[in-house]
């Protein structure tokens, strides 16, 4: 049985240009922080990758610091500081916020005080895009760069979080972005690297696969592919609604992410439905991916409003650009089939 993965909120696979630039970066064996000829290899690797991250995120002029990923990002941009979030936050930046921030029923947060906020650009479960505010500390652009069009020093944000694996790129490398000025203590002592922000032997390999995901992503951006994979979201959700017709699609009159369909249907749960459609040959999922396999009810759609039985029943679809019609068509009827056994079983 061939499998379709329509789970790319979680993470993506790897781009053929990712792949071919960390081959070829396999060879820039140098530190890069040696000044003889092989370490000044990979320092100039570095550095033009580093260039090519900052003009695709439209973030000419900001320092971008390489970290582990979005996570590690957060952590150095939020450790020891008393910054305000909401409940749709992801973990790695509600763990170090105090989550007081309130989210209306359309998933927009209310910000009293944008220069101590952190803000998702676009909610990893709902996809639903935020208005942000000018003067933000923070901005969690991780699941919109390289989806939407966005830019960094358009955003008004102090700082960013971007991670390589969500766009095509490997999983263990990440930046956070920061305006040019702004003071950020490191978190991680040593040698000094990255501008003093995040000590440790860069990882180059990681990196040039990072920034040829990114050109390539801004280029799918820009030729259109996410309005086509728009277009197979409302294809999916158009063919599921005709016959389920309870089920709710979180966001539908949002702005959202162009490729991502979250569903609830009350009282099934989200982790029966991703059994069952794994079993089907369908990789989606009940929400975000970063709790080590556990499936939870969402406190998104808890901070939304949603009571719990309906905050543990929903399910996320995110397509890329991989996905097809028939992908799409061929998941809403499996789907559907589960769905008539639900309904048949709890009325």
Known sequence: MSRVYLDYNATTPLRTEARDAMVAAMDVFGNASSVHAEGRAAKSLMERARGQIASALGADGADVIFVSGATEAAALALAGRSIQC???EHEAVSSWCDVCLGADARGQVQIQDAANSAVQYANSETGIIQNLPEGLWLCDMTQAFGKVPLSFNWSGAQMALVSAHKLGGPKGIGALVVKRGTDIPAQILGGGQEMGRRSGTENIIGIAGFAAAAEAAIHDLNTGIWE??????????????????KTIFVGKDADRLPNTSYMVTQGWRGETQVMQMDLSGFAVSAGSACSSGKVKSSRVLRAMGFEEEAAASALRVSLGPRT?????????????????????RHG
């Open 228 to 245: 086509k994979i728009e277009k197979l979201r409302n294809i999916l959700e158009n063919g599921i609604a005709q016959s389920a017709n």
């Open 324 to 344: 097809t019609e028939d992908d799409v068509l061929a998941f809403a009827d499996a789907w559907l089939k589960h769905h008539e056994r639900f309904r048949t």
């Open 86 to 88: 909401s409940d749709i």
